[in-house]
C-alpha cells in the first residue's frame, strides 16, 4: 500500500492523519522539511509542478530525473532514507501548452507524464482542466472532456509505472486554483458546489472504467476542490468552515478520498487544523515557503551589516531587487502599482515572486556570500534577539546551534509549525511503493 493510502485508512478509524505537501525546488526549503519529517517520524511529500520541472526543462531547468536527483543528493546529505520521500508531481497536463492546439498540447503531455512515473514519482496530480487553442473559448471546458483527457494521461501513467514497479497514487478535480496563487485581488472566492463535486468524481469514474483503468480509480485518493482559501499579492482569503459546510458534509459520501487543498499558505493555523479536520487532508504550500526563507535571509543580513564590514558585505537584498529588476517577467504580471509600491512588493508581497530568482548566479553568490560571513563570525545573542526573536529564544533553551544555516533552515521550520500543529501526521513504517 502506498503511504498515502494509509491517510484514507486512518480517516476512516477516526483519525485526522494528513500530509503537508512541500510544492518547492529550494534547497533550504527541501533541507528544512526533510529535517521536521524526521523529527515527526514521517514522510516527506515533495512536488514539482510541471511548469517548474518538464520534459524541455522547465523554469528550473530541470527534468523529472534531475529533480528526483536533486532531492536525493540532498537526502544522501542529511542522511535522510529515501524511503521517506514521496515525490509528486503537480498540475501534470497540458498547464504549458495550453496555447497549442490539442493534438499537440496532449502529446506532450502524455510525454511529460510518462517522464514522471518513469523517474519514481508516485503521486500524480492529473490537471487536464485548462482549455487549449483548438478549444471553444466562449464555452466552459465540460467535465466529460477534461476527465477523459485525464484519464489517458493516467492510461499512460499505469504503463509506465509497470516499468517502474510502482503503483502511483492520483488526484483529480476541474476546480483546480492557478499554481502560486492568485494573479488579481478577488474580493471573493467561490467554494466548489456540491454539484460540482459529484460530477467531478463520478464522471471521471466513469471515464476510467470505460478505459479498463478500474485498478488506477482505486488509487485516486484526493480531489482538488476550492474550500474557499487563496492568498494574493496582499491579501488572504480565510478558510470559513460555515461557507464550505456542504461541501464538507458531501465529502461523507465519499470516504475512498480526501481533498486536496491548494493555496492553503498564510491560513492561520487553526483554521488549517479544521482545514484537515474537515477532510481537506492533503494541505499544499509553497510560496509561504520561500517567504520565510526570504525573511531569514533579511534578517541574516541585517545581522551582517551589524557585525561585517561595509566593503565586505553581501548586499544581498540589493543584489535581488536588482536582479528582479532587470529581469521583470516572473513578476510584473503579478505586482501593480508606482515605482515605489513595485519596490515593496518585490520584497514582501505574499505571492513572494523573489523565489524565481534565488537561482540566479548573482543572487545566489550573495546568499553564499552571506552566510560565509557570519559563519566566520560570532553572532552576539543581543543581536540574534533583535532581528531573529524567536531562534533567539531556541538558541537559548539550547535547542538550535547558532549558526547563519541551522538559523534560516529554523525559520523556514516556523512555517512547518503551522502545518504539523494542523496534522496527525503518518508514521513512517516503509518505503514508497
Known amino acids: 500500500m502506498h503511504p498515502l493510502q494509509n491517510i484514507i485508512e486512518n480517516r476512516k478509524k477516526g483519525k485526522k492523519t494528513g500530509i503537508v505537501s ?96 518513469s523517474a519514481g514519482f508516485t503521486k500524480i496530480h492529473l490537471d487536464t482542466s485548462m482549455r487549449l487553442s483548438t478549444d ?76 479498463g483503468l478500474d485498478d488506477a480509480f482505486n488509487r485516486v485518493i484526493g480531489v482538488v476542490v476550492q474550500p474557499g482559501v487563496e492568498f494574493g499579492d496582499d491579501s488572504i482569503h480565510a478558510y470559513n468552515r460555515e461557507k464550505a459546510a456542504h461541501l464538507i458534509y458531501k465529502k461523507n459520501d465519499y470516504p475512498n478520498v480526501v481533498f486536496e487543498g491548494h493555496s492553503t499558505d498564510y491560513q492561520l493555523p487553526e483554521l488549517m487544523k479544521q482545514m484537515n479536520n474537515d477532510g481537506i487532508a492533503l494541505l499544499k504550500v509553497g510560496p509561504a515557503l520561500t517567504l520565510y526563507m526570504r525573511e531569514g535571509l533579511f534578517a541574516l543580513e541585517l545581522i551582517e551589516k551589524a557585525l561585517i564590514d ?74 540574534l534577539s533583535q532581528y531573529m526573536p524567536m531562534q533567539y529564544l531556541k538558541v537559548r533553551r539550547g535547542l538550535l546551534k547558532n549558526t547563519p544555516h541551522d538559523l534560516l533552515l529554523d525559520r523556514i521550520d516556523n512555517i512547518l509549525d503551522d502545518y504539523y500543529y494542523a496534522i496527525e501526521p503518518i508514521p513512517f513504517n516503509g518505503g514508497v511503493r
Open 310 to 383: 561595509k566593503k565586505d558585505q553581501s548586499d544581498f537584498s540589493n543584489i535581488l531587487d536588482k536582479t528582479m529588476v532587470e529581469k521583470p517577467d516572473n513578476w510584473k504580471k503579478h505586482y501593480h502599482g508606482d515605482e515605489k509600491q513595485l519596490k515593496i512588493k518585490r520584497k514582501f508581497s505574499y505571492s513572494d515572486r523573489a523565489r524565481y530568482y534565488i537561482p540566479d548566479m548573482n543572487v545566489n553568490n550573495a546568499i553564499q556570500k552571506l552566510l560565509s560571513n557570519l559563519t566566520n563570525v560570532s553572532i552576539p545573542l543581543t543581536c
Open 136 to 211: 471553444d473559448p466562449d464555452a466552459m471546458l465540460e467535465t466529460s472532456v477534461i476527465a477523459m483527457r485525464g484519464a489517458l494521461l493516467c492510461k499512460t501513467a499505469e504503463e509506465a509505472a509497470i516499468k517502474a514497479g510502482t503503483k502511483p497514487v492520483y488526484i483529480i478535480g476541474s476546480e483546480v486554483p492557478i499554481p502560486g496563487g492568485s494573479q488579481d485581488e478577488e474580493d471573493t472566492v467561490s467554494v466548489t458546489t456540491t454539484e460540482s463535486f459529484v460530477n467531478t468524481v463520478e464522471t471521471y469514474r466513469n471515464t476510467f472504467k470505460s478505459l
Open 22 to 117: 512541500i510544492c518547492s525546488a529550494n534547497r533550504f526549503v527541501v533541507e528544512a522539511s526533510m529535517n521536521r519529517a524526521k523529527k515527526e517520524n514521517t514522510y516527506v511529500l515533495i512536488e514539482a509542478t510541471a511548469n517548474q520541472v518538464n520534459q524541455f526543462g522547465g523554469y528550473t531547468g530541470m527534468k523529472p530525473e534531475d529533480f528526483r536527483n536533486f532531492i536525493f543528493e540532498i537526502a544522501d546529505r542529511l542522511q535522510f532514507e529515501r524511503e521517506r520521500i514521496i515525490l509528486g508531481g503537480d498540475h501534470l497536463g497540458p498547464l504549458v501548452w495550453k496555447d497549442l492546439p490539442e493534438e499537440l498540447a496532449m502529446e506532450y503531455s502524455h510525454t511529460l507524464i510518462h517522464q514522471f512515473v
